[in-house]
């Protein structure tokens, strides 16, 4: 299709496992594992599951700051992991991350000019050297800040503030697609709403195409209009905002969605919570079959041998991607 902008298949990342005093490789911690989906032009795809299930190393591979294990990755027709040197610089421009931590992801030492405007020193092309801080003013003045505060230092903003500036920096290159990596997860709830709702007004005015990997239910489906369920390193459901929140159909969507707190007291106690028993199994030695199945109150001997494939299975009005056996829609409150 002309409107996928991103394409991946397969993709994989292992880490390998070294003991002993030669650093023998005795495993690996297979922390991306068979990863398919695509992206649209304009669209938000979120990306949710606990933590250690593989969004962020994701997140890394799709940037290609990860050399993958296995699988590929199509970004606008041209294939990512083959990309070096200078052809992979010009594919970075088009695609861009927001980190999670905005106390982290600033350079101290910088003013707020020198870190908006540092793509510009690593791509010279796109703006002149004299046109620069004029440019940086109007990316400042694009996220909500007072452009007048280029010479500032992360430390004199707050935490909302500096996100900001991630933002800024982000889209200073004009990318294509925006990685967003737990963007509002270190703010505050009120925060949290306006820094959603800046990438809502961005993708509106520059056409962009977010992922955004997040542990927040709620602001996932604020802000995703499809939304793919990561489980022990794989894909386990995927569709739109309505198929996921309303009528999920694989157990572990169905249990993350019974966990999420009502607001509202009148509602509370009206769905009951789905309580799955057993730890999270290491990705260094995931379960044969269906990784779930050690936690799953619909396992049979089937899902222990045979791993799932994720593809469309009703869901009592359409049929959208999961990866369950027996996957059947059910009414989570």
């Known amino acids: 299709m002309s409107d996928v902008v991103l394409r991946a298949e397969g993709l994989k990342k292992h880490y390998p496992i070294r003991r002993g005093v030669l650093r023998r490789t005795v495993g690996h911690v297979k922390a991306v594992d068979g990863?398919?989906?695509?992206?649209?032009?304009?669209?938000?795809?979120?990306?949710?599951?606990?933590?250690?299930?593989?969004?962020?190393?994701l997140g890394r591979l799709l940037m290609s700051l990860e050399e993958p294990t296995g699988g590929s990755l199509m970004f606008d027709g041209v294939d990512a992991f083959a990309q070096k040197g200078g052809d992979l610089r010009r594919l970075r421009r088009d695609i861009q991350i927001v980190f999670q931590d905005p106390y982290t992801s600033l350079d101290p030492r910088k003013t707020v000019g020198s870190i908006v405007g540092e793509p510009f020193e690593i791509h010279p092309d796109v703006v002149p050297r004299n046109k620069r801080r004029e440019r940086v003013q109007e990316l400042l003045e694009l996220v909500g800040l007072?452009?007048?505060h280029i010479n500032r230092y992360?430390?004199?903003?707050?935490?909302?503030?500096?996100?900001?500036?991630?933002?800024?920096?982000?889209?200073?290159?004009n990318p294509k697609v925006i990685i967003c990596d737990e963007p509002v997860s270190a703010l505050d709830v009120s925060v949290q709403a306006q820094v959603v709702n800046l990438l809502e007004k961005l993708q509106a005015e520059l056409g962009l195409a977010y992922i955004f990997i997040a542990h927040d239910l709620s602001v996932v489906r604020h802000i995703s209009d499809r939304v793919g369920v990561m489980y022990l390193?794989?894909?386990?459901?995927?569709?739109d905002e309505d198929q996921i929140y309303n009528r999920p159909t694989h157990p572990y969507t169905q249990a993350l969605l019974s966990a999420v707190p009502m607001p509202d007291p009148t509602l509370r106690g009206s769905g009951r919570q789905i309580m799955l028993t057993g730890d999270v199994p290491s990705p260094a030695n995931p379960p044969s079959g269906c990784r779930f199945h050690t936690r799953c109150w619909k396992a049979q001997d089937v899902c222990s041998v045979e791993d799932p494939a994720l593809e469309p299975r009703p869901d009592g009005v359409d049929a959208h991607r999961s990866a369950c056996h027996f996957a059947e829609p059910r009414v989570v409150v």
């Open 35 to 57: 990863v398919s989906f695509e992206l649209h032009r304009g669209e938000t795809l979120g990306i949710v599951g606990e933590s250690g299930c593989g969004k962020s190393t």
């Open 146 to 148: 007072n452009p007048e």
């Open 233 to 239: 390193g794989r894909m386990v459901e995927i569709g």
């Open 154 to 173: 992360p430390h004199q903003f707050s935490g909302g503030q500096r996100q900001r500036i991630g933002i800024a920096r982000g889209v200073a290159l």
